[in-house]
């Protein structure tokens, strides 16, 4: 896998070093575990850090739907008493913290960790630790910004968190520094996400796979990856210096010292905008792989797709002041970015299109995957025009805080991002757990969902319209917002009863596939990329052979030509060109400890600058640990994964990417070849190193990396 | 860690493969890439913040904050030769790239613990430049333009000695097994940056009246 990849062009000679010094190191030995429940803490392969980051990030919407629920129930009835307005505050926020960087952009790297190493045909990612990195410090970022419940409360501030409400006269609980703090962390293990799968993208393409040869959404990931590369440090300014002000005593955003408020709202929407794209491109991404399988279509107009997707990322630049066209920028700026903010209309509207166009005329089955899909378009074109509408300054001065804005992100995000995302489970299901979820309880799920989510949401518009302000945690009978509440409540509830609905679809599959297994095949759906190829579930080495590619939709026209009319006429049987999966001497990135040691500094750091530095001691201990011990640790094990014999024959001179690594029976040899995978470990390091270091001098600068 | 004294191997190879990846550039030098594009933006932030509160609180009534500004206290002749410094440990990191790829690696290490020392000392500059600060008064929450100041050149400085801790890093691990060349190179990148990112700042902040 990627040994022969991570090994750069410049390397030492060698084979004069004993294999004991490779292979000790303090007290730790090299985890050996694959299988079993302690391997998933030390792996580093990238199938199992998506699932992983999936199982996380369910978890959190169930968290987060909990705090959705609270919500709605307080809210159905005038004049509730369920929540004080202090609680609700705190619940608000969380549930839209959590939603976003919990939920969605965690489950979307789920399936950009599983998928985008198959789709472009190789055999992991660029940095495999550094992969595994990314998951510990997101999920004990995670962790730790929940602990704040119980640490004094949540965040009270919304999800933007404006300054002066984040100032520690207005929110003197620790929930906002949890945010600051807690957000740093996860910013870490998103940068390190983004700049690993940058680098896989652009260097592990499988020999043939050209950019405009990769899957749509292997070119929305990638986007997305970009785009959080240049995003994420501005976020991270902004939480620095709100960590300056609530807890060094800096005013940056206190308006009686000199300090702007307005800073930290260009600085967070300057990250925020591009942000709803870092959302919404994944799933359109897997509208864009589903909608295809499943109407025997190639996607309608390939190049515009992706180049619909490359403006979204750029323009996502041009917009951010939307946002704030309430806060009194002065009429230059406004209709600057009301223009820009109608123009990038266009680019998401080609992509409707071109879905629609997708469909017409295809050979449509209308399965889970697909409904989901379809829901997305459909409810992503709603979102849409209502966000067109908020172009439009002076209507948007009307807006402005209301529930209207609810309902439309709520429509963009949960209609548009979550419903493809939930589409993608039904898709990839069977690729990688090898047994389908149920379609009949799948087709409930869906259409539980879509019924609550419109009940939910689509009242919102009206209540907005008619004036009920977003985040006032009651209202008034005689404000006539009863009615629509209610129906917006009983909505809601039956959202968690579709939630419901898809965990007894889980659980009932996988009890009827341990009863009576039956493999769902390599390519269960009939569909067109990649990792189609691979049996389901992927096994290990994901490719036997590396394939060539020489077109878009490679499996497919490996299995289909087409006639004189253009109908695709199977040449090929599916069985007689895909992997058999029996490739025993691959050589894989062995385990390690190193990324859950140093992940785990980094919440310890966040305790102790926000309750007492002395508990930031042992963090940074962890943290320069880590750091050393896994520069000092050879990628791969060398006394690991040899001599499996099999006569397995590989295509060892594919030139690229995901060239295999062939067994050694020279054990010196073998030290070489890994200590100049180490090497280039050393290289990688470097690359997270000055995030982590500084994070322990002071863990500001860390959220920049 | 075993006490196994290891000869230092100082042999380079070259080999054929240079294009094993799509791009043909390494994926850790690609990474370094990345991840000083992203850098960019952090200091891009951090230096605009800097812009708009350079003169606050300024003569509005009210304000609280005092009226001292780091403008008033720079000492250019003497932020001028740590700046020279500072530059200077670019050419000496070029000098030790150069070296391992020459396959010398004593020079290199001499190079390298070259650059550590120029950027230590760049670093002690920086620290006393900070403590005269504090002693005429201007101390980090004086008034925002003070805050963002040393916000802005400690983080700076918070990156240079994350450089300095992997130089000497390098050195060492160059003494116990074999350093990888691209390892020197891919590190060389991120002083560079380094000090490319500060000759903005010592223009923005110092220079610019």
Not at chain 1, 599 to 616: C, E, H, K, S, T
Request: charged share 15%; net charge negative.
């Amino acid at each position: 896998m990627a040994i022969t990849e991570e090994r750069p062009p410049l390397e030492l000679t060698s084979g004069d070093l004993p294999p004991l010094e490779v292979e000790t190191l303090g007290v730790f030995h090299r985890p050996r575990a694959t299988h079993g429940w302690a391997s998933w803490f030390t792996t580093v392969d990238h199938k199992k850090i998506g699932i992983m980051y999936g199982f996380a990030s369910f978890f959190f919407l169930l968290v987060g739907g909990f705090e959705a629920i609270l919500i709605r129930t307080q809210l159905a009835v005038p004049g509730n008493k369920l929540l004080s307005a202090d609680l609700y505050n705190q619940v608000f926020t969380m549930h839209g913290v959590t939603m976003v960087f919990l939920v969605v952009m965690p489950l979307a790297a789920a399936f950009a960790n599983y998928l985008l190493p198959l789709q472009i045909g190789a055999r992991d990612v660029a940095f495999p630790r550094m992969n595994a990195l990314s998951l510990w410090v997101w999920l004990l970022g995670a962790i730790f910004f929940n602990t704040s419940w119980f640490l004094g409360g949540g965040a009270d501030g919304g999800w933007f968190n404006y300054a002066p409400n984040s100032g520690v006269v207005f929110s003197p609980s620790h929930g906002i520094d949890f945010y600051a703090v807690g957000l740093l962390i996860m910013g870490i293990g998103s940068t390190v996400s983004a700049v690993n799968l940058t680098v896989t993208v652009l260097n592990m393409r499988a020999p043939g796979m050209t950019l405009m040869r990769m899957p749509v959404f292997t070119w929305m990931t990638f986007i997305v990856q970009v785009l959080l590369v240049f995003a994420l440090p501005v976020i991270t300014v902004a939480l620095i210096l709100l960590t300056a002000d609530r807890m060094f005593g800096a005013t940056f955003f206190d308006a009686s010292a000199g300090g702007d408020p307005f800073l930290w709202e260009h600085l967070f929407w300057i990250f925020g905008h591009p942000e709803v794209y870092i959302m919404i491109l994944p799933s359109f991404g897997i509208a864009s792989e589903v909608i295809p399988t499943f109407s025997r279509k190639p996607i309608f107009g390939y190049p515009f797709m992706v180049g619909s997707g490359i403006a979204i990322g750029f323009m996502g630049w041009g917009v951010w002041a939307h946002h704030m066209f309430a806060s009194g920028m002065g009429p230059i700026s406004v209709l600057a970015f009301s223009l820009a903010t109608m123009f990038i209309a266009v680019p998401t509207g080609v992509k409707i299109l071109n879905w629609m166009a997708t469909m017409y005329g295809g050979r449509i089955r209308f399965t889970t995957a697909m409904l989901f899909s379809v829901g997305l378009v459909a409810m992503f074109t709603i979102g849409g025009l209502s966000g067109v509408t908020h172009a439009f300054a002076p209507m948007d001065t009307q807006q402005t805080d209301t529930y209207y804005i609810v309902a439309h992100f709520h429509y963009v995000l949960f209609g548009g991002a979550l419903f493809g995302l939930f589409s993608g489970m039904y898709f990839w299901w069977p690729k990688i757990f090898g047994y389908f979820l149920n379609e009949k309880l799948g087709k409930w799920h869906f259409w539980l969902m879509i019924l609550g989510f419109n009940l939910t949401f689509g009242p919102m518009h009206i209540l907005g319209l008619q004036g009920m302000m977003r985040r006032t945690y009651t209202y008034t009978e005689g404000q006539g917002f009863n009615g629509w509440n209610l129906v917006a409540t009983i909505g809601a509830y039956l959202i968690a009863v579709s939630i419901l609905v898809f965990m007894w679809n889980v659980i009932r599959s996988y009890r009827q596939h341990r009863a009576n297994p039956v493999n769902p095949g390599p390519d269960p759906w009939d569909a067109r990329s990649l990792e189609w190829m691979v049996p389901s579930p992927t096994p290990e080495h994901n490719f036997d052979e590396v394939p060539v590619v020489e077109d878009f939709d490679e499996f497919w026209h490996r299995k289909y030509g087409h006639d004189e009319q253009g109908r695709p006429v199977r040449i090929a049987a599916t069985e007689d060109v895909v992997q058999k999966g029996d490739a025993t001497d691959v050589h894989l990135p062995s385990p390690s400890y190193w990324p859950l040691v140093l992940a785990a500094g980094l919440p310890l750091i966040g305790y102790g600058l926000i309750f007492n530095l002395w508990w930031a001691l042992p963090g940074a201990i962890l943290l320069i640990a880590g750091i050393y011990g896994w520069v000092l640790e050879p990628s791969t094990d060398p006394s690991a994964g040899h001599g499996h014999d099999d006569d397995h024959h590989h295509d060892g001179d594919d030139g690229d990417a995901a060239a295999l690594e062939e067994p050694s029976g020279d054990e010196a040899d073998t030290a070489s070849g890994d200590e100049a995978g180490e090497g280039a470990g050393v290289a990688s390091a470097d690359e997270p190193e000055p995030a982590m270091a500084s994070a322990s001098a002071d863990a500001e600068d860390g959220g920049s990396k | 860690m075993t006490d196994v004294a290891l000869e230092p191997v100082d042999d380079v190879e070259f080999p054929d493969d240079v294009h094993a990846t799509s791009t043909g550039i390494s994926n850790p030098k690609l990474a370094m890439w990345t991840y000083l594009a992203s850098d960019c933006l952090l200091f891009g932030g951090l230096i605009s913040t800097y812009l708009l509160y350079r003169n606050r609180p300024g003569n509005i009534p009210g304000l609280s904050g005092s009226d001292l500004r780091a403008s008033e206290l720079f000492n250019i002749p003497f932020t001028s030769m740590t700046s020279f410094i500072l530059l200077m440990s670019s050419l000496t990191m070029v000098l030790a790239v150069n070296a391992v790829m020459r396959r010398d690696v004593e020079r290199m290490r001499l190079w390298l613990v070259a650059t550590s020392v120029l950027g230590a000392m760049f670093l002690g500059g920086q620290i006393y430049e900070f403590a005269e600060f504090v002693n005429y008064g201007l101390g980090y929450t004086s008034n925002v333009s003070a805050s963002a100041f040393y916000t802005l050149t400690g983080l700076h400085g918070a990156h240079v000695a994350v450089g300095v801790l992997m130089l000497i890093s390098a050195t060492v691990y160059s003494m116990r097994r074999q350093l990888n060349a691209e390892a020197v190179e891919t590190l060389g990148l991120y002083w560079h940056f380094v000090d490319i990112v500060w000759v903005v700042i010592f223009a923005i902040v110092y220079l610019i009246p």
